[in-house]
């Protein structure tokens, strides 16, 4: 390895520290979002909070078409 080859690697190295430190701040601007918006301090507690809402909105789902159903019916009658 020459000087030149030396400096290019310092380079790559300068330029990953870099890229980490941006993808860091990034990271801790995404969690400071999680937690403002959906009060969930880690990625886990907002997918527990996802699949309790996917069952919600289900459970609403149905409701609704039931609703529309017997809506229907009567409306029949």
């Given at each position: ?7 290019e690697l310092k380079e790559d190295?300068?330029?990953a520290k870099q890229k980490v430190?941006?993808l860091k701040g990034e990271r ?50």
């Amino acid at each position: 390895m020459n000087e030149q080859d030396l400096f290019e690697l310092k380079e790559d190295v300068e330029e990953a520290k870099q890229k980490v430190s941006e993808l860091k701040g990034e990271r801790q601007a995404l969690m400071k979002q999680l937690k403002e918006e959906w009060d969930c301090d880690t990625v886990e507690q907002a997918e527990e909070k996802i699949k309790k809402m996917e069952s919600e909105i289900g459970t609403f789902s149905e409701d609704i078409e039931t609703g529309m159903e017997q809506l229907k019916d009567k409306l029949e009658k």
